[in-house]
């Protein structure tokens, strides 16, 4: 994978900096040059790695529909008492998280509040709002450990 110039050689660190501090063009067009769907599974592959085993946990999926200027990329994550893995989409999911790639690719990497986004309608919550709010709520921001 060849990644733009203000990416390469990167620490994850810089990378989760330059998607914080970049202006919405110049974040899209690093994506878009590595690739949306290469993009999107590295970032969901990380993302179920921060859900912590949970023996409480009951089984159900929480699907992401993201928007990339027309182009919808749907990724899905199963939870159960054992963590969360990412799976194709498939069964219908206990909750539906809907935004631009853009706002979801700041909110992944904690330069956006879902609530404030949820309340300005720029992430929209379809299905169990609450299970989703508390379902993200449990999973750890980069750079800080699990809720």
Known sequence: MELPEELAGRSPEEVLAFVREADDDALRAAVHGIGTPVVLDLLFTGMAGRFEADPRRRAA????????????????????????RVVAPGPRARATLRATLVRFL??????????????TGALRIGGDPLWAARTLGGMSSPGRPPA
């Open 61 to 84: 999926r929480l699907a992401f529909v993201l928007d990339d200027d027309g182009v919808e990329h749907e990724r899905v994550l199963e939870l159960d008492a054992q963590g969360a």
């Open 106 to 119: 700041r909110v992944a990497a904690g330069a956006a509040d879902p609530k404030w986004m949820f309340l």
